[in-house]
Antibody, heavy 115, light 108 residues
Framework: EVQLVESGGGLVQPGGSLRLSCAAS????????MNWVRQAPGKGLEWVANMKPDGSEKYYVDSVKGRFTISRDNAKNSLYLQMNTLRAEDTAVYYC????????WGQGTMVTVSS | EIVLTQSPGTLSLSPGERATLSCRASQSVSSNYLTWYQQKPGQAPRLLIY???SRATGIPDRFSGSGSGTDFTLTISRLEPEDFAVYCC?????????FGQGTKLEIK
């Protein structure tokens, strides 16, 4: 079964850091661009970042540039999102998604930034 | 950045009726990279349509997509009870990828 499972969310204070993980299974992870997408409570979807299969290209939405870093370990079939200098407006459910027209999504992990 | 504007914000219809949802882009989007998703409360988005008009695996044929350039449409020919949800369009032609704000399809 093709599956993505996110982990690493939680409650963090403003200015803090968190690292999200996404474990892939059931497909050749190393062949796909992968994405992070977030959804603030009661709001729409926002694309956050993506990464080429070999890691040579990465792109970010402007609001997270310089604070978030996307990475991957193809040997471990895993995608990561290192989030630093977190702000209240980063509070959201974070999804990882396979970029084959975003055909596979994880269940999401909740990140809450609050004091 | 390409801005996607969906209309209407909320659509109230009855089961069996036809639903027509619009997604308008601020600049031309390659049809290859226009997708539609369905999202229900507490769930991840589900891919419905990719490439503007191709149904994803397992999606019933009552769902169809059309359009090109800056105007795209999702049509649900005959609404089933399970179709009442939020629908969102997305362009993923070039970063930053963007989503529309969503259309909520509710039971009348």
């Amino acid at each position: 079964e093709v599956q993505l499972v996110e982990s690493g969310g939680g409650l963090v204070q403003p200015g803090g850091s968190l690292r999200l993980s996404c474990a892939a299974s059931g497909f050749t992870f190393s062949s796909y661009w992968m994405n992070w997408v977030r959804q603030a409570p009661g709001k729409g979807l926002e694309w956050v970042a993506n990464m080429k299969p070999d890691g040579s290209e990465k792109y970010y939405v402007d609001s997270v540039k310089g604070r978030f870093t996307i990475s991957r370990d193809n040997a471990k079939n895993s995608l990561y999102l290192q989030m630093n200098t977190l702000r209240a407006e980063d509070t959201a459910v974070y999804y990882c998604a396979r970029q084959n027209a975003f055909d596979v999504w994880g269940q999401g992990t909740m990140v809450t930034v609050s004091s | 950045e390409i801005v996607l504007t969906q209309s209407p914000g909320t659509l109230s219809l009855s089961p069996g009726e036809r639903a027509t949802l619009s997604c308008r882009a601020s600049q031309s989007v390659s049809s290859n990279y226009l997708t539609w998703y369905q999202q229900k409360p507490g769930q991840a988005p589900r891919l419905l349509i990719y490439g503007a008009s191709s149904r994803a695996t397992g999606i019933p044929d009552r769902f169809s997509g059309s359009g090109s350039g800056t105007d795209f449409t999702l049509t649900i020919s005959r609404l089933e009870p399970e179709d009442f949800a939020v629908y969102c369009c997305q362009q993923h032609g070039s970063p930053p990828y963007t989503f529309g704000q969503g259309t909520k399809l509710e039971i009348k």
